[in-house]
Each structure stands twice: as structure tokens, then as C-alpha cells.
T-cell receptor
Framework: GAVVSQHPSRVICKSGTSVKIECRSL??????MFWYRQFPKQSLMLMATSNEGSKATYEQGVEKDKFLINHASLTLSTLTVTSAHPEDSSFYIC????????????FGQGTRLTVV | SQQGEEDPQALSIQEGENATMNCSYK?????LQWYRQNSGRGLVHLIL?????REKHSGRLRVTLDTSKKSSSLLITASRAADTASYFCATDGIDYGQNFVFGPGTRLSVLP
């Protein structure tokens, strides 16, 4: 299947700093990328959907100024956690797909963010 | 509440037994997909079943879809210890546009 590369896999940062997570589709053009957050032993919560070249659509309750999403090209989307706090510690996963519907999404391996 | 709801939330079986997980959803869908996640890792796509399909097979996996009951099941036959993981269904809904909505997942433990 297609490959989505997410980097870094783990990051530890200090409170108040910003962290950028990259999500790349390696062998296909991702018209849509999704960012999810997952708490331990829970399901994935959709944070936002981004289409290349346009502003991301955030889910209710997700602060767009805190979680900055940029989808600058058909193969790259970034999530920046700004002014991180310990409660932002979580597992963040991106996914990408080429089509609109009836196509599978491919997931990155996830990023474990720990804010100390 | 979430669109997809799996049950059971946790399942423990012996190697060689079959494991069945169910997923229910609320709105009309384009397709339903099953994913697997090993602890702390990303998701691996297992099967996509479209709304006009009733059953699909892939190796030891069998997925059914009943749109009248808004439910799907994932059957893993002859389970192995390596099947231990969390399994999620995700609905690609007509009303949700391009978004996937995931259920809470079933944590499957296959004991050797």
C-alpha cells in the first residue's frame, strides 16, 4: 500500500515551546490530509482536515491558533503545536488519501508528544 | 457521540479461536473501513467495504456490512498471538464529507 511518513516519532519539549510534526505522502498525491489526536486506550479524535492550498477545517473544540496546520503541497502537511503545555501531551497521527471518498486512507506511524 | 461504536471494547481469546468484533454507526455512509493499531503505533488499513457490498474477505479476515441495521462485523479466523492489537472501524459518511469518524475500538488479546 501507499506510504505516509510522519516525523518525528517521539518528541519531548518544554512547556511554552512549539513543536512541528510533519506528514508526508511518499508515493501518491494526497488531496486531503487528516490530523488526529489519541489519548491512551482511546480512539482517534479528528482534529482537523486539510486540503492542499486551502485553510484547514477544524473540528469543534480544537483551537486553530494552538494547532496550526499547513498543507502547502500535495505531499506535505504539518501540524505545529504552539506554546505547548503538559495537557497537550498525546499521540498525534496523520492520515492522507488521494481521492474524495471510497478510497482508503493511509496513516503515518504517529508522533508521541511529551510536554514537560 | 462517535459515529462508529465497536463492541466488545475488550476481547480475550485463545490462539486458534475466532474473534468477532462488531461496529454500529448512526448515519448514511459511503464506505466503512476496519483498521488495526498495535500499541503506540499508527493505524494499518485492513479492509474497505462499500455501502453496496455485503461481505468481503481478505486472508483470515471477513467483514460484513448490513446497512439496514447500520452495523458491520470483523471476523478474524484462526487467531494468532500476533493478532493482538486494537481494532477500529471508521465510517466515511455522506454527511461527514471527507472525514473519517472512528469508533472507540476493540482491544483484542490473543493468548498463546
Amino acid at each position: 500500500g501507499a506510504v505516509v511518513s510522519q516525523h518525528p516519532s517521539r518528541v519531548i519539549c518544554k512547556s511554552g515551546t512549539s513543536v512541528k510534526i510533519e506528514c508526508r505522502s511518499l508515493d501518491f498525491q494526497a488531496t486531503t490530509m487528516f490530523w488526529y489526536r489519541q489519548f491512551p486506550k482511546q480512539s482517534l479524535m479528528l482534529m482537523a482536515t486539510s486540503n492542499e492550498g486551502s485553510k484547514a477545517t477544524y473540528e469543534q473544540g480544537v483551537e486553530k491558533d494552538k494547532f496550526l496546520i499547513n498543507h502547502a503541497s500535495l505531499t506535505l502537511s504539518t501540524l505545529t503545536v504552539t506554546s505547548a503545555h503538559p495537557e497537550d501531551s498525546s499521540f498525534y497521527i496523520c492520515s492522507a488519501r488521494a481521492g474524495v471518498s471510497n478510497t482508503e486512507a493511509f496513516f503515518g506511524q504517529g508522533t508521541r508528544l511529551t510536554v514537560v | 457521540s462517535q459515529q462508529g461504536e465497536e463492541d466488545p471494547q475488550a476481547l480475550s481469546i485463545q490462539e486458534g479461536e475466532n474473534a468477532t468484533m462488531n461496529c454500529s454507526y448512526k448515519t448514511s455512509i459511503n464506505n466503512l473501513q476496519w483498521y488495526r493499531q498495535n500499541s503506540g503505533r499508527g493505524l494499518v488499513h485492513l479492509i474497505l467495504i462499500r455501502s453496496n457490498e455485503r461481505e468481503k474477505h481478505s486472508g483470515r479476515l471477513r467483514v460484513t456490512l448490513d446497512t439496514s441495521k447500520k452495523s458491520s462485523s470483523l471476523l478474524i479466523t484462526a487467531s494468532r498471538a500476533a493478532d493482538t492489537a486494537s481494532y477500529f472501524c471508521a465510517t466515511d459518511g455522506i454527511d461527514y464529507g471527507q472525514n473519517f469518524v472512528f469508533g472507540p475500538g476493540t482491544r483484542l488479546s490473543v493468548l498463546p
